[in-house]
Nanobody, 124 residues
Framework: QVQLVESGGGSVQAGGSLRLSCAAS????????VGWFRQAPGKEREWVAA????????YYADSVKGRFTITQDNAKNTVSLQMNSLKPEDTAMYYC?????????????????WGQGTQVTVSS
């Protein structure tokens, strides 16, 4: 089992920044990829970014490319999502998820473990 806890959410004005963290505990060897997803009210959950632990390969949705950066801190078993130039449309509940060799990092079904989420609100 892997437990994931997100933190760092909050409220900012458009153009501001936030840094989300996803702390993993438990049998972390059972997963090698961490993804971030978000869900706005009334909308489906969508993929935001992903990173393969160790190798460090990163992937981003087009909507956040160039503004968001996903990084890993292996010593702390933490994956962070640095979000810059935030827009009101980035407002959502953000979730981190962990999986083992996901065939498609963009798909929710590829991840076995999920956190409870952290709220991000961007005002115009």
């Amino acid at each position: 089992q892997v437990q994931l806890v997100e933190s760092g959410g909050g409220s900012v004005q458009a153009g501001g920044s936030l840094r989300l963290s996803c702390a993993a505990s438990g049998y972390t060897d059972s997963s090698n990829c961490v993804g971030w997803f978000r869900q706005a009210p009334g909308k489906e959950r969508e993929w935001v970014a992903a990173i393969f632990i160790g190798g460090g390969s990163t992937y981003y949705a087009d909507s956040v490319k160039g503004r968001f950066t996903i990084t890993q801190d292996n010593a702390k078993n933490t994956v962070s999502l640095q979000m810059n130039s935030l827009k009101p449309e980035d407002t959502a509940m953000y979730y981190c998820a962990a999986g083992l060799n996901p065939p498609d990092v963009r798909r929710q079904w590829a991840y076995r473990y999920w956190g409870q989420g952290t709220q991000v609100t961007v005002s115009s």
